[in-house]
């Protein structure tokens, strides 16, 4: 039986500016990579292992960005991972970061901030992944 589809949105004034994420929970990676798809005009590898996606559909624009950008998280039932979590949510952290605490869009940091930041996102996540389940296996945390 599947479940209908999940959309939320989570907010944050950790810059001193609210700031949202939309997150969409589908029933299959092959419905999540449809959407990230049609959202970021590029097409997905379909042997890629892809656990999740983040994309900055509107607001999020050279020279400046505008107040409300669209960041969606998109997530599937079969990867509800804290690495998974952690790792889109860094992703979403970098732009939001980046427009609200970096002064100036010509900021050396740009480069760093808006490219690949992949290896941040697999680093948050398999670090915060690995200390949640330290905490579940020495009695600190209960499921």
């Not at 097409?43 to 607001?59: F, I, K, N, S, W």
């Not at 905490?135 to 600190?140: D, E, M, Q, R």
């Amino acid at each position: 039986m599947t479940r209908p589809f999940i959309r939320f949105r989570v907010a944050t004034r950790t810059t001193g500016i609210r700031r949202q994420v939309f997150v969409h929970v589908y029933d299959n990676r092959e419905q999540m990579h449809e959407a990230h798809e049609i959202a970021r005009g590029k097409p997905y590898d379909p042997t890629d292992d892809v656990g999740g996606g983040l994309a900055v559909q509107q607001g999020f624009r050279w020279p400046r960005p505008e107040v409300t950008p669209i960041i969606v998280m998109r997530l599937w039932d079969g990867q509800l991972t804290t690495r998974t979590i952690a790792h889109e949510a860094t992703h979403a952290a970098a732009y939001l970061y980046f427009m609200d605490a970096v002064p100036g869009w010509n900021s050396r940091a740009r480069a760093a901030l808006l490219g690949d930041h992949e290896p941040l996102a697999y680093l948050v996540g398999d670090i915060t992944a690995e200390v949640v389940k330290q905490l579940y296996a020495h009695g600190c945390l209960e499921s």
